[in-house]
């Protein structure tokens, strides 16, 4: 339309006489019958003498342009179908009288047409009528048709694109817009969520300040101890407020306490100690350490040697450790000597007897079985087994009787990626500050702690306790060794270890036959990874190197046949014990010795250094005439 419009005000520009005879010559050529203007269009102009000369006026260059202009707007606005009628000029120049009688003048004084074919001149054109008219813009605009036709495509199309690139735009502020929405409210959850905890926070600290200023101001036994019991279980609930309470100077509170004659009472407030973190001295000269490896029914090899230790000390089990650590069965051996303290003839048959009534299936049954949940042997039965055995008393309960080790089992979680990780099942905590390298906790029961650590892969299901997914301790740490000196550090940071008893269930080492080829079969393949991951020795090799001299000791025989871990057969048990007692009598002055170093008692000043700390941290925090 651009283009029309730039047409017509051309073609109205030539009309009024401001065009040069050049563009007049281009207009001519528009129709194909016209012939070519060879000299510009003269107009004569006759003035009369009486009347001055006027300056030359652009209206002069044709005749009738009135009419001409009137017809040319009536042609234009019918052919592009417009209803506009011819508005009439409401008043006349005066220039158009002299135009008019000009043009009379020239027509009386011009010569007869002569019968050559005349050049015809605009206004002749432009005074056709309306089908000469239409011919003439016809033959202009023609061939811009095809042309506007295709540019209203192209337009259409951008307006088609544009039309996209604008719903695009809007779809990603949109998108934005709602992305910034979530985000905003994702933040304000946050910060909801962490107003709540803080303030959680704030109140259970303000609860275990409140606890703690209960105890100190009651003086009647019972009461006190109800109160006690009730700091312990708020501890155990909330163990990150074990900071907030020795602020609050529990420690001293607690051991002052400690000092009744009453039972209940020790034995509330010694749970109570352990919960918060303190540790009592050791009962030897230094830290005495008992870890005992997994190995199914192989434990009764460890058995042995610990017969060997108490005949030769005459001290229980219990006794002579201050820290007993175990893997799976060795677990079960340290709570059955630590914590209750069997002892050992009465443990022995026990532990045939929990061989015998775990370790029975079918093989069909077994088979079906372990092809269905990845465990051989009834797991419900064990754990019935186990929860008659140990009863629900909690790790930390064990903390009340002044004669128990502490004890620890360990466990493998399978469900928090890799590595694997270690979980230690303790009947003590670490005093605010200290961190251990290992996962655990004091908080779960006993039997739980037994079934989670011999979890073993395809003996028995793995134990979900809570979010996470236990297995066998073996499978990470057979040798628990490093991690029951690490765990006693933690404790005892500035005692030093006295001795360390480690004991093997039991190695069998096959006879070395080399192959020729270079292939090995995936059994082969197999054996060997479980093998290094399920190896004792390396932890020994390391901690005798590392060790001070007379302090570690490791017991662990060879074996003349492989003997499984669920092995129950009596004639294949006695083999067991058989191996084990050959094996200390070979290894006799190794045992004396290891005897020898727990037997060690305390010195003199050591004595007194503890009592004057123990003073030292019942009194911690008041005035100096009350300490005496």
């Not at 606005?77 to 002299?98: I, L, W």
């Not at 259409?156 to 735009?169: I, L, R, S, T």
């Not at 009962?283 to 030769?312: F, P």
């Not at 492989?562 to 067991?576: A, S, V």
Request: hydrophobic residues 35%.
């Amino acid at each position: 339309m651009s283009r029309i419009r730039s047409t017509l005000d051309t073609v109205t520009k030539a009309v009024s006489g401001t065009v040069n005879t050049e563009l007049l010559s281009k207009i001519t050529r528009l129709r194909p019958n016209a012939a070519p203007l060879d000299k510009a269009i003269e107009v004569k102009v006759e003035c009369p003498e009486s009347e001055p000369t006027s300056r030359f006026q652009p209206s002069a260059f044709a005749t009738n342009m009135d009419e001409t202009y009137s017809h040319l707007a009536e042609h234009v606005n019918t052919y592009f179908g417009s209803d506009t009628q011819e508005e009439k000029m409401p008043q006349q120049r005066s220039g158009d009288a002299f135009v008019q009688s000009s043009t009379a003048s020239e027509s009386e004084s011009s010569p007869p047409p002569s019968t050559s074919p005349q050049k015809k001149g605009i206004s002749q054109y432009l005074s056709y009528k309306r089908p000469s008219m239409q011919a003439f813009v016809g033959s202009y605009i023609a061939p811009l048709v095809p042309k506007f036709r295709a540019d209203s495509k192209s337009v259409a199309a951008e307006k088609d694109k544009a039309a996209e690139v604008v719903q695009g735009v809007s779809q990603d502020t949109e998108d934005a817009e709602t992305k910034e929405r979530e985000q905003a409210e994702e933040k304000a959850q946050q910060l909801l969520s962490q107003r709540e905890k803080i303030i959680a926070r704030v109140s259970v600290d303000n609860r275990t300040r409140a606890l703690v200023q209960a105890i100190k101001r009651v003086t009647e036994v019972k009461i006190t101890i109800s109160r006690v019991e009730d700091l312990g279980f708020h501890l155990l609930e909330f163990p990150e407020t074990r900071g907030v309470a020795v602020s609050e100077k529990v420690i001293p509170c607690l051991l002052r306490l400690r000092q009744a004659r009453d039972p209940g009472l020790q034995a509330a407030v010694r749970q109570a100690l352990a919960l918060v973190g303190y540790a009592d001295p050791v009962k030897g000269r230094g830290i005495r350490v008992l870890s005992i490896d997994g190995g199914g029914t192989r434990g009764l090899v460890a058995l042995q040697t610990l017969h060997k230790l108490e005949n030769l000390t005459g001290k229980p089990i219990y006794q002579l450790f201050d820290y007993i650590c175990g893997v799976s069965t060795g677990a079960i051996l340290a709570f059955m000597l630590g914590v209750f303290q069997i002892p050992l003839p009465e443990c022995e048959e026990l532990y045939r007897k929990l061989g015998s009534d775990v370790f029975k299936q079918n093989v069909i049954v077994g088979t079906v079985k372990m092809g269905w949940n990845h465990a051989f042997y009834d797991s419900q039965i064990w754990e019935e087994i186990l929860k008659e055995r140990m009863g629900p008393s909690l790790m930390i309960d064990t903390a009340k009787d002044p004669k128990c080790p502490k004890v620890a089992a360990v466990s493998t979680i399978v469900n928090r990626g890799l590595p694997l990780k270690a979980y230690v099942f303790r009947n003590y905590n670490f005093l605010p500050g200290v961190r251990s390298h290992y996962l655990g906790g004091c908080q779960h029961k006993m039997w739980q702690a037994i079934r989670a650590s011999s979890a073993a892969p395809g003996y028995f299901q793995e134990y979900v306790l809570g979010h996470d997914l236990h297995q066998d301790g073996g499978l990470l740490i057979n040798n628990p060794t490093a991690l029951a000196i690490h765990e006693c550090k933690c404790l005892w940071p500035n005692t030093p270890v006295q001795c360390v008893v480690s004991l093997g269930t039991g190695r069998y080492e096959t006879a070395g036959k080399s192959s020729s080829g270079t292939y090995t079969s995936l059994k082969t393949k197999l054996t060997h990874v479980i093998s290094s991951a399920t190896d004792t020795e390396e932890v020994h090799t390391m901690l005798d190197a590392l060790l001070p001299p007379n302090t570690y000791f490791r017991f662990n025989p060879y074996m003349s046949e492989d003997i499984p871990l669920d092995e129950n057969r009596p004639k294949k048990l006695n083999f067991l014990q058989a191996e084990g007692q050959r094996y200390l009598e070979r290894n006799e002055t190794k045992l004396k010795k290891a005897a020898s170093v727990l037997s060690q008692e305390k010195s003199t000043i050591q004595r007194l250094a503890e009592w004057a700390q123990l003073k030292a941290d019942m009194y911690d925090g008041l005035p100096f005439h009350s300490k005496l």
